[in-house]
């Protein structure tokens, strides 16, 4: 199956969270779901450039991506795309990943929020102006810590039936 | 430095290894890495895992099982467990037989949720 075919698309615009799996430089796999955005016949993940999966592409960058239709029918489909990796920085690629992640999950075509988070208990108790200044700076730190991921040879898909 | 935190005990999540919303597995596979869609089953504190017939040998790999759930950001909550597989004696009780079970040995659990992120203690 052809990344470009309109099945792979349709199935990626239906799926919401990405599990990429890596291996470190001691052979341990590691699988971690991750927002996503798939752009130009690339997929582009968020993560801290500290985390065990940016560690691990930098010695091993082929990695597998599995994406299950979140949305829409068939739910017990899975996709399985393998690919090479590579850890990219940049201000502008970040801010327009982030919109195309935030559109996806948070915001409906019209621009209006498509759901409130439902569940905010560990910050509720918090006083109101600590929780904004430290939802800031988790921003800040999130934004100078995260790179993005890039799979530009992506080398293959396959679609399966989820065995649940 | 004051540092935030997601991490829960197993005993918060423990409700996703009952209703097993997503369970996929990663092995080392030779010289690559493997990945796929799997059932899942808990039971008597045993982890099963089931995939197709056709799946490559997985006896004795190190692997890692992701059970997740949720999209958005307060919603996300999971656990992993890295361990070694093997092949199961006797499936899980109420077991599809068109899959081959195979049963997970953890060594190491690791278990979150974003609604619950606070500061550390001690911090």
Redesign the interface.
């Known amino acids: 199956m052809n990344y470009a075919d309109p099945q792979v698309q349709s199935f990626l615009a239906r799926s919401?969270?990405a599990?990429i799996?890596?291996?470190s430089a001691k052979?341990?796999?590691?699988?971690?779901?991750l927002w996503f955005a798939a752009r130009d016949g690339r997929i582009y993940m968020n993560n801290a450039a500290t985390s065990p999966t940016v560690r691990n592409i930098a010695i091993?960058p082929?990695?597998?991506l599995?994406f299950?239709a979140?949305r829409g029918s068939r739910r017990n489909m899975?996709l399985?795309v393998r690919g090479r990796a590579q850890f990219v920085e940049g201000d502008e690629l970040l801010r327009k990943m982030w919109l195309r992640m935030a559109a996806k999950?948070?915001l409906s075509p019209n621009g209006h929020c498509r759901?409130r988070?439902?569940?905010?208990?560990?910050?509720r108790d918090a006083p109101l102006l600590r929780r904004e200044e430290?939802l800031e700076r988790?921003d800040r730190s999130h934004a100078r810590a995260c790179g993005v991921h890039r799979a530009p040879g992506l080398r293959g898909c396959d679609a399966?039936q989820?065995?649940? | 430095m004051k540092q935030i935190t997601r991490a829960v005990a197993l005993e918060d999540v423990r409700d996703l290894l009952e209703r097993v919303p997503h369970a996929h597995v990663a092995w080392h596979d030779g010289d690559r890495v493997s990945a796929i869609a799997v059932s899942f089953r808990f039971a008597d504190e045993k982890y099963w895992i089931g995939v197709p017939p056709d799946t490559a040998p997985l006896g004795g790999a190190q692997a890692m099982l992701l059970i997740d759930e949720g999209w958005y950001y307060f919603d996300l909550r999971g656990l992993r467990v890295r361990g070694r597989v093997a092949p199961a004696d006797v499936p899980p009780p109420g077991s599809s037989a068109a899959l081959r079970w195979l049963a997970l040995l953890p060594e190491k659990l690791i278990a979150w949720d974003y609604g619950t992120m606070r500061q550390k203690d001690g911090t």
């Open positions: 919401m969270i599990r799996a890596t291996i052979g341990t796999p590691q699988l971690m779901p091993h082929d990695v597998v599995l299950d979140d899975c399985r999950h948070d759901r988070p439902a569940r905010l208990s560990a910050l430290e988790r399966g989820r065995r649940s």
